[in-house]
């Protein structure tokens, strides 16, 4: 089966709004898009990355598959938010193997779960950190015997949940990824330039993730509790509607006039929070790293359309702000995706595009 032979795996984004599935074929003529597909979860179902309503979540999931009549079972899906904490450290350089030991004990300092509980992993950036080779730099950092060191420490619990429920789905789940590494992997392959330093920012339902890259690797990353939902909520108590006629009213679908005004206010406060923390980031981005200047922000997320967000980010920060588009690079059939729906649904597919990139086999 050719399925097999390429080793190609299901990107499955499972998101607390809703679940992002995107299948590619790896082919002489490029990356074609095969599936794409999206299915919505009711708002308690999965809670700031943990999940709540396994039944709810997995029938979801085998609608997904069934609806798009995808045969492949291998997936690729990813963890955020509060469950996992991705870190960039500092150690003497070792050898791999004294390094995990080293690296057990530095971590207990920067996690601030019970580190029995977590399920650690690492990433060696390059002995001494992303410098230029022969460069001043790395010179230094090599007499000093550092090198950097990408954390990714995971709670065990979480990450059970997530394969338990792939594993009821009827699936088999072969890469465990984190949002905002499937999203960089998205912006590598879809971006116009990637060897600059840029902050990709993903705003979705519940969690507003952030991550400095610089030459494709990440410099600080980081999830926080803001999102679409903060609006929908607030549109929910204020004008009494259910959360469906309140997403409605927010994505611009129910009739409007007197409560205009009411509407604006609710998005002016969410966006200038989320624009508050994202210079926060960016602001301690530059401190740690003087020497670098984020060029552009790429935001993605369903919550980066909402109106004013991308404008007054660009103003408050200064810098380009641009939306991310994952599918720019796949080769798509017109006749079978509609390329007004995938424009539509761009923001949202980034973190799917990004796992369906990965292969059996990975980390
Ligand atoms: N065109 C749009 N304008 C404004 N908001 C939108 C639009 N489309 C979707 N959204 C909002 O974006 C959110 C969903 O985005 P996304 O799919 O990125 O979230 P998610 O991945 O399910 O959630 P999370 O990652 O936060 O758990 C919802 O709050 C939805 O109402
Ligand atoms: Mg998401």
């Not at 300092?109 to 990433?123: A, G, K, M, R, T």
């Not at 001494?128 to 950097?148: D, H, I, N, R």
Request: hydrophobic share 40%; with cysteine; glycine share 8%.
């Amino acid at each position: 089966m050719p399925i097999a032979k390429k080793n190609q795996l299901i990107g499955l984004d499972i998101g607390s709004h809703s679940i992002k599935l995107v299948e590619i074929d790896d082919s002489k003529k490029g990356r074609i898009l095969k599936n794409f597909g999206v299915i919505g979860l009711p708002p308690d179902a999965i809670v700031e990355g943990s999940i709540k309503e396994m039944e709810i979540v997995s029938s979801a999931i085998k609608n997904l598959f069934k609806n798009l009549k995808v045969k492949n079972k291998n997936v690729a899906t990813s963890i955020s938010g509060f469950s996992v904490i991705v870190k960039k450290i500092t150690v003497s350089s070792k050898e791999e193997s004294e390094l995990e030991a080293t690296i057990q004990d530095e971590a207990e300092q920067y996690i601030p779960f019970d580190i029995n509980e977590v399920n650690l992993d690492f990433d060696i950036l390059s002995p001494g950190g992303e410098v230029e080779e022969g460069s001043e730099e790395e010179a230094e950092k090599e007499e000093t015997g550092e090198m950097e060191v990408m954390l990714v420490a995971a709670k065990k619990d979480i990450i059970d949940d997530y394969i338990s429920l792939l594993q009821i789905s009827g699936l088999e789940p072969l890469v465990l990824d984190v949002d905002a590494f499937a999203l960089q992997n998205a912006f590598e392959i879809s971006a116009e330039e990637t060897s600059g330093c840029y902050a990709l920012v993903n705003v979705g339902a519940e969690e507003l993730g952030i991550n400095a890259i610089k030459g494709g690797v990440s410099l600080f990353a980081r999830d926080s509790s803001y999102g679409g939902s903060q609006i929908t909520e607030q549109i929910m108590s204020q004008f009494n509607l259910s959360f469906e006629e309140a997403e409605k009213m927010k994505l611009g679908g129910a009739k409007i006039s007197k409560e205009k005004a009411a509407l604006e206010e609710i998005f002016t406060a969410a966006v200038s929070e989320w624009v508050q923390e994202i210079k926060r980031a960016l602001d301690f981005v530059a401190s740690t790293y003087a020497e670098e200047n984020i060029e552009k922000i790429f935001v993605t997320g369903g919550s980066c359309r909402i109106p004013g967000f991308q404008k007054y980010l660009q103003m408050e920060t200064d810098i380009p702000v641009e939306e991310l588009n994952p599918f720019a690079n796949l080769v798509v059939d017109e006749k079978v995706f509609d390329p007004k729906y995938l424009k539509y649904m761009a923001p949202q597919a980034g973190v799917a595009v990004g796992l369906a990139l990965r292969h059996i086999g990975d980390k």
